[in-house]
């Protein structure tokens, strides 16, 4: 039989306490696509990215990678399948860049073994697609806030998994970075078929980048579908509360304008 692959959660739910983080989730993700998951502050974004990342379990309701329930993995086949670029990260280690990288091939590492030919490629290829070559002698802890990050994502990238989940990774970057982080997981996403699931705030950029949108609100899924449908002034207006105009840009990519003074 065979495989199917993707995500699929069936009623999702999960609480921190009396607190709900996601309540009754239901979507699938398949291969291939850059999903943008949207919503205010508190809405259930990462909440929704550490549950596919099976850093939590869910209270009730069923996830399932690939077909298999994503707990049965354990953590070294899951780290060979998916990747985690979190929102926030200590380095407190004065780690070299090229090290830095280099951990995210521990996965595929043998106990005891060192790594082979293909994994330092690997790390070569990332630092390369992320720009960050030049830095590879630099320590980890001597760096920017966005050169760090930028360090995290080709970790990710040289782990070489299908899913990468990212949490707000392009906060700390500026746009040539941010534009240039987008440009390589599209191709990648193009090229080798991986799958994207990216917290946003940043609503033009998910215009410009996202095929779909996974809409969260006070825990609950408020709307999932192609951005190109999806994203409209009402929809922007009931989760943020907030005045926007939508025009269409170049090639047809929206372009959100904000009312930033309020009577």
């Keep these: 039989m065979e495989t199917v692959k993707g995500y699929s959660l069936s009623q999702v739910s999960y609480s921190y306490d009396q ?12 291969p291939g696509k850059f999903y943008g998951l949207i919503g205010p502050n508190g809405s259930g974004k990462s909440t929704f990215l550490d549950i596919l990342s099976g850093y939590i379990v869910p209270n009730h309701g069923t996830i399932l990678l690939n077909n298999v329930p994503l707990q049965s993995y354990d953590r070294n086949e899951l780290s060979q399948i998916l990747a985690v670029v979190p929102q926030f990260f200590n380095q407190n280690f004065q780690y070299l860049v090229s090290d830095v990288v280099l951990m995210g091939r521990y996965p595929y590492l ?15 290829q990332a630092m390369e697609m992320l720009g ?11 760096l920017s806030g966005g050169e760090r990050q930028r360090v995290m994502i080709a970790k990710a990238l040289a782990q070489s998994g299908d899913f990468i989940l990212l949490d707000e990774v392009t906060s700390n970057l500026d746009i040539n970075h941010t534009i240039s ?23 033009n950029l998910a215009a410009a980048c996202c095929d779909e949108l996974i809409v969260l609100k006070n825990g609950t899924l408020k709307n999932f ?3 190109s449908t ?25 372009q959100i304008i904000y009312n930033y003074v309020r009577s």
């Design 225 to 227: 579908g192609p951005t």
């Design 110 to 124: 043998s106990r005891f073994s060192p790594p082979a030919k293909s994994d330092f490629e690997a790390v070569d």
């Design 230 to 254: 999806l994203l409209s002034e009402r929809l922007i207006s009931e989760l943020y509360g907030v005045d926007v105009a939508i025009i269409s840009g170049n090639q047809s990519q929206k």
């Design 181 to 203: 982080i987008v440009t390589v997981l599209s191709k990648l996403i193009r090229d080798k078929g991986i799958t994207v699931v990216a917290a946003v705030h940043d609503l």
């Design 19 to 30: 607190i709900t983080g996601i309540d009754e989730v239901s979507v699938s993700l398949v």
């Design 132 to 142: 960050i070559s030049h830095l590879r002698s630099r320590s980890i802890t001597e």
